[in-house]
């Protein structure tokens, strides 16, 4: 029962036989269920025969996939055994590519965090190099935390820029006829499930955040860059290709900074971690003043600099930042009269300037909102902390697994 084969449901599924699908839904099933269930109830659920559900049951405990928790209370006759997964036995690889960052969980179904990684000197570039680096990186990690292979169910990788419906990225890793997807999967004996960072981290939100059972979410992603993930009726949107979702490149204003796409205007030129860097070099330009930044040494600064110093009460970097978050208001204000979500999630680096900047958003979004979908939306910045992506991508795939609530 080769890491139960979960991600196989579709047209080119390799399950052996009936059985081993029966049994993949009992450990789905008990996976999601909140209490350890009996033989009868397991039964129920995958439709089939008590004598079958006891067979498939007692190999599974057999094989120390599921345990044996106690006897159920009932009211008069036999007391049952009831069962629940066993969590030490099930486990994913949540990994997260940034341009310049590098992270990776191992995360245990229960979704408790074992054992991370990260690696701050990393270089995003499309190249072969680039590749074999992150493919060490994940053999690294699963070897160091001490996690057997066959203990583990498969990789979700978040990884900027667009990716497209086949989980292919757009931009990086696709040559020598093999997609990053292919690649790590040959690479790795794992399955791979790839998306955009964004649209894991709303997955995430949705599993283990504010976004939980709440039906229409925008979450936007602000750190380096700008990223979107759309949530309707819980559902995410990925759009025809599956680059639905790109905020950074709507139109905002007349500029002169050139978007990596190739215009001038787009938002993500205007707002998040590189935009903040260019603001502080005109507003020194400028003759503005600053206790923590001099012109002359701009080259030694990062765009986290700048959110450090709006905590410690620079007047300078609190401008820049209420200015940015003034302009993402405006244009997530549009969003809300478009799409009328119930809820807006800030995650990202700046989640730690998290009040100066949703002040400011709130500022800016009166600005363009219609206000009868503004007073049912609220705005809020994610509890899950600032380094969420690599364990997003393990949500994703636990999602893509049907063994997680969402």
């Known amino acids: 029962m080769d890491k139960l084969e979960f991600l196989s449901d579709n047209k080119n599924s390799n399950l052996r036989n009936r059985q081993l699908k029966q049994q993949r839904d009992i450990i789905r099933h008990l996976s999601k269920s909140p209490f350890p269930l009996s033989i009868p109830e397991i039964s129920e659920y ?9 067979k498939l049951t007692k190999e599974l405990l057999k094989n120390n996939y ?5 006897k159920k209370e009932t009211d008069n006759g036999r007391r ?3 069962y629940a997964l066993n969590t030490d036995k099930f486990y994913v690889v949540g990994v997260e590519i940034l341009e ?3 992270h990776a969980s191992i995360v245990r179904i229960d979704l408790d965090t074992v054992y991370q990684a990260k690696n701050r000197k990393f270089i995003l570039s499309d190249t072969p190099e680039c ?20 203990q583990i169910i498969g990789v979700g990788i978040g990884m900027t820029g667009g990716v497209n419906r086949q989980r292919e990225s757009i931009k990086f890793f696709n040559f020598d006829d093999n997609s990053l997807k292919q690649y790590l999967e040959n690479k790795l004996s794992l399955p791979i499930i790839l998306d955009n960072d964004t649209r894991a981290i709303g997955i995430a939100e949705q599993v283990l955040g504010i976004a939980k059972g709440v039906e229409n979410v925008l979450v936007i992603k602000v750190s380096r860059n700008l990223g979107l993930s759309i949530i309707l009726n819980r559902k995410t949107i990925v759009g025809g290709t599956g680059l639905a979702g790109n905020f950074a490149h709507i139109r905002f204003k007349e500029g002169e900074r050139l978007c990596n796409c190739g215009k001038t205007g787009c938002i993500g030129t205007e707002v998040a971690g590189d935009a903040l860097k ?5 507003a020194l330009q400028n003759g503005e003043r600053s206790l923590y930044f001099q012109l002359d040494k701009i080259d030694t600064y990062q765009y986290h600099d700048i959110l450090d110093a709006v905590l410690k009460g620079d007047a300078l970097a609190f401008k820049i930042l209420h200015d940015q978050g003034d302009k993402l208001g405006q244009a997530l204000g549009n969003m809300v009269n478009l799409l009328n979500p119930d809820l807006i999630v800030i995650v990202g680096e700046f989640v730690m300037v998290k009040d100066f900047l949703i002040d400011a958003i709130r500022i800016g979004i009166r600005k363009t909102a219609l206000l009868e979908p503004l007073t049912t939306c609220k705005i809020e910045a994610s509890t899950l902390g600032r380094y969420l992506s690599s364990k997003a991508g393990a949500c994703m795939l636990l999602k893509a697994c049907d063994m997680i609530e969402y």
């Open 131 to 150: 590749l074999d680096e992150i493919t060490r990186f994940i053999q690294s990690t699963i070897k160091e935390s001490g996690i057997q292979a066959d």
């Open 66 to 70: 599921i345990l044996a928790e106690g």
């Open 80 to 82: 049952p055994t009831t």
């Open 100 to 102: 310049k960052f590098l």
């Open 278 to 282: 260019k603001d502080l070099i005109e």
């Open 46 to 54: 995958i439709k089939t025969s008590v004598p079958t559900g006891t």
